[in-house]
């Protein structure tokens, strides 16, 4: 009896000891999503995935924020209605409830004000939240699964953005490798990994890219140092705020699963890891990295990319409408 006493105080004085260790670090682990509501989240994952949201019946949530791709589409700017180029680089959706807000000028609150935006946009989905609806309430097997989810007879795009969104925040990705280093298994990194780490603090990284998503939770300038050069036209927080002050302010993206996530920035501009590092050390920090820095923090940002969301692809409700729609190949 003793003896099982002393075992399980020894565990749990061992666990903290691990928890204070972790809790010292400005990274922090990513924990399991809480509090999910399972009949929301399949019906949230059906809607995700359902081109009919868009006004060519082609396009849905996952072709810019692809769950095989790291939540993204590995293209400098999305490609939307009738081929048009997008102004902006998709965020990952992975992990995006750790963020302060959605999208890289922060305009929507949370996951479900987001979740409304790209189906109305005339240059991403087109189509409008009415006729959306209308869709949705012509197919019997959602106006079932609605009313099963919601107790409510009507669909609305509250329920549709509630449903979304609930399936989103089961996107994070636990279980990196850095993520069990901090959580005491101290064989889970290497030399060059762990001297990555150690200049990401020691270099002032850490100053945005910190707590659980690696960054998100703050908005910062691009080009603190030196100017960030581009073409693209977002002005970032001023379009939200209207504050010259906010001019080329983004949100600071998540570092999580960073190397599934090319190309890099606002713009898409950086194809790799290497050329981000070098950018980001040179505007942001003032600091050029040497050829072996850079591939000490390639290295550690690599041990960052976690457990990618598992599950089995949803079998949409068929649908009774027959009436042709236009095609993204449909320029006009």
């Known amino acids: 009896m003793k003896r099982t006493i002393l075992s399980a105080a020894i565990a749990l004085l061992s666990g903290f000891a691990i928890g204070q260790a972790a809790a010292a670090e400005p990274i922090q682990p990513i924990k399991p999503p809480a509090n999910i509501n399972l009949g929301m989240v399949e019906l949230g994952k059906k809607l995700y995935f359902d081109p009919r949201l868009s006004k060519s019946g082609f396009i849905s949530c996952n072709s810019c924020h692809n769950l095989s791709m790291g939540g993204t ?3 400098p700017t999305s490609i939307g209605d009738k081929w048009q180029q997008g102004p902006i680089n998709a965020p990952t959706v992975l992990n995006s409830s750790l963020n302060v807000a959605q999208f890289w000028d922060g305009r929507a609150a949370d996951l479900k004000a987001q979740a409304g935006g790209p189906i109305a946009n005339p ?11 209308n869709v949705l309430e012509s197919i019997p097997g959602y106006v079932r699964e609605f009313k099963q989810v919601f107790g409510k007879d009507k669909i609305s795009i509250e329920e549709v953005t509630l449903a979304i969104a609930e399936f989103e925040k089961t996107l994070v990705t636990p279980n990196s490798r850095f993520d069990q280093w901090l959580l005491g298994k101290k064989d889970a990194l290497n030399g ?3 001297a990555g780490y150690k200049l990401f603090k020691d270099s002032g990284c850490v100053a945005c890219h910190n707590g659980e998503a690696v960054g998100g939770n703050s908005f910062q300038k691009m080009g603190v140092v030196e100017p960030y050069k581009t073409k693209a036209t977002a002005a970032g927080r001023a ?4 504050k010259d002050a906010d001019r080329f302010n983004f949100k600071v993206p998540t570092l999580r699963n960073v190397e599934m996530t090319y190309p890099y920035f606002h713009d898409g501009a950086a194809n790799t890891l290497t050329e981000a590092v070098d950018i980001m050390g040179r505007l942001q920090l003032g600091k050029k990295f040497t050829r072996d820095e850079n591939t000490q923090v390639v290295a550690f940002l690599k041990t960052l990319t976690g457990d990618q969301p598992s599950f089995a692809l949803p079998i949409l409700p068929p649908s009774t409408d027959t009436t042709p729609r236009p095609t993204p190949f449909d320029k006009k």
């Open 73 to 75: 589409d590995n293209i």
């Open 123 to 133: 240059g991403e989905m087109a189509f409008s939240h009415t006729l959306a609806i």
């Open 192 to 194: 060059d990994e762990m």
């Open 239 to 242: 379009d939200v705020t209207g």
